[in-house]
């Protein structure tokens, strides 16, 4: 005898997905983390003899923030909305002066005989009083002077944004641009305690 | 005579909603929320407002990623710990010294080709002074921990 299949009663079913829906929509978080990426120097080890490779004072440019949260880049005060400007002629050096980083003549993939800024390197130097939100600011002004310059560039020459371009082309941009960035070793500056 | 237009008592009723397919919506729901988001590390104990930047960018690989996190302790947890900024690591209240063992035990749990991707991201509250923020900065380069991310939310322009 041919047994009728009854249907499987499917009434529950869409309170037991509800139930799992509502489990993840609680445990989990949605949140993308987004931030500055930096990379630290490292440690220096105990007998390294210092080096004494001094880079020239002009290759330097030099940001101070004290304990009140006040700017001093080069030895003068600024405000930070000047900050990005100053960074940007820092690193290009368009009019070739004398107190902006030393340019030379180098060859480029891509670019061919280019006449570029040498190894300029901005410090960015803090109390330990400045806030974290200031930092974080003043950070965000030298690495977005560094960003835009690449960014023209890559857009010049390639179209592109310079984040999507391949790697080839990045490096070219990076050494027609080669800036670092660097958080130099502690020290107190402007009187904190 | 009855109406021809007009149905008798017992047609009148509606008939009920075929809910066969809900639940093949919700679970499409269900795998929506499953792929778009991540499970929920840790209980913030401390009270952080990240700082606002241009130029964050996403950070790729979440299984490579340890935070610290810093901030003025939640008010339920002043009484023990004070008002001033603390460290939390994982779920617990931790100080300075703490940082290298927590670093080691990070990288003790990726893969050995993965341990110098290893990325700290610091999630530190936006009032807090940098005193303690370079503290852990030098402990992160005793622990080796050269990649780090200083957490801060996307934003188009800053005021």
């Given at each position: 005898?041919?047994?009728?299949?009854?249907?499987?009663?499917?009434?529950?079913?869409?309170?037991?997905?509800?139930?799992?829906?509502?489990?993840?929509?609680?445990?989990?978080?949605?949140?993308?983390?987004?931030?500055?990426?930096?990379?630290?120097?490292?440690?220096?080890?105990?007998?390294?003899?210092?080096?004494?490779?001094?880079?020239?004072?002009?290759?330097?440019?030099?940001?101070?923030?004290?304990?009140?949260?006040?700017?001093?880049?080069?030895?003068?005060?600024?405000?930070?909305?000047?900050?990005?400007?100053?960074?940007?002629?820092?690193?290009?050096?368009?009019?070739?002066?004398?107190?902006?980083?030393?340019?030379?003549?180098?060859?480029?993939?891509?670019?061919?005989?280019?006449?570029?800024?040498?190894?300029?390197?901005?410090?960015?130097?803090?109390?330990?009083?400045?806030?974290?939100?200031?930092?974080?600011?003043?950070?965000?002004?030298?690495?977005?002077?560094?960003?835009?310059?690449?960014?023209?560039?890559?857009?010049?020459?390639?179209?592109?944004?310079?984040?999507?371009?391949?790697?080839?082309?990045?490096?070219?941009?990076?050494?027609?641009?080669?800036?670092?960035?660097?958080?130099?070793?502690?020290?107190?500056?402007?009187?904190?305690? | 005579?009855?109406?021809?237009?007009?149905?008798?008592?017992?047609?009148?009723?509606?008939?009920?909603?075929?809910?066969?397919?809900?639940?093949?919506?919700?679970?499409?729901?269900?795998?929506?929320?499953?792929?778009?988001?991540?499970?929920?590390?840790?209980?913030?104990?401390?009270?952080?407002?990240?700082?606002?930047?241009?130029?964050?960018?996403?950070?790729?690989?979440?299984?490579?990623?340890?935070?610290?996190?810093?901030?003025?302790?939640?008010?339920?947890?002043?009484?023990?710990?004070?008002?001033?900024?603390?460290?939390?690591?994982?779920?617990?209240?931790?100080?300075?010294?703490?940082?290298?063992?927590?670093?080691?035990?990070?990288?003790?749990?990726?893969?050995e080709a993965d341990r110098n991707?290893l990325t700290v991201s610091m999630?530190?509250?936006?009032?807090?002074?940098?005193?303690?923020?370079?503290?852990?900065?030098?402990?992160?380069?005793?622990?080796?921990?050269?990649?780090?991310?200083?957490?801060?939310?996307?934003?188009?322009?800053?005021?």
């Amino acid at each position: 005898m041919a047994r009728k299949l009854q249907p499987i009663n499917a009434g529950s079913m869409a309170d037991i997905a509800f139930l799992l829906l509502i489990f993840f929509l609680v445990t989990t978080t949605m949140d993308v983390d987004t931030g500055l990426m930096r990379l630290l120097p490292p440690m220096p080890e105990k007998n390294q003899k210092k080096t004494n490779d001094k880079i020239k004072e002009r290759n330097v440019f030099v940001v101070l923030i004290n304990k009140d949260n006040e700017l001093l880049v080069e030895g003068k005060r600024m405000d930070i909305h000047q900050l990005r400007q100053a960074a940007r002629d820092f690193i290009a050096n368009p009019e070739n002066r004398d107190d902006l980083p030393e340019k030379e003549w180098k060859d480029i993939p891509f670019f061919g005989h280019v006449f570029v800024t040498k190894n300029p390197v901005i410090s960015l130097q803090n109390d330990r009083g400045t806030s974290y939100g200031t930092y974080i600011k003043v950070q965000n002004e030298l690495i977005a002077a560094k960003d835009e310059l690449r960014n023209e560039l890559a857009r010049s020459k390639f179209g592109m944004d310079y984040d999507d371009l391949d790697k080839d082309k990045q490096e070219a941009i990076k050494k027609y641009y080669p800036v670092a960035i660097s958080e130099a070793e502690p020290k107190n500056v402007g009187g904190g305690k | 005579m009855k109406s021809k237009f007009r149905p008798n008592e017992e047609e009148r009723t509606v008939g009920q909603i075929n809910t066969a397919s809900l639940p093949d919506i919700i679970f499409m729901l269900l795998f929506f929320f499953m792929v778009t988001t991540v499970m929920r590390e840790v209980d913030l104990k401390v009270n952080i407002h990240v700082p606002e930047a241009t130029e964050a960018k996403k950070l790729e690989k979440k299984s490579l990623v340890s935070f610290i996190y810093v901030g003025k302790p939640l008010p339920r947890f002043q009484k023990m710990f004070g008002t001033e900024p603390r460290i939390q690591l994982n779920d617990q209240f931790r100080t300075v010294g703490d940082i290298q063992d927590f670093i080691a035990q990070e990288k003790d749990q990726l893969n050995e080709a993965d341990r110098n991707k290893l990325t700290v991201s610091m999630k530190v509250d936006e009032n807090t002074k940098m005193g303690i923020v370079t503290d852990i900065k030098q402990a992160l380069r005793r622990a080796n921990a050269l990649k780090i991310s200083y957490s801060s939310i996307k934003t188009n322009k800053i005021e």
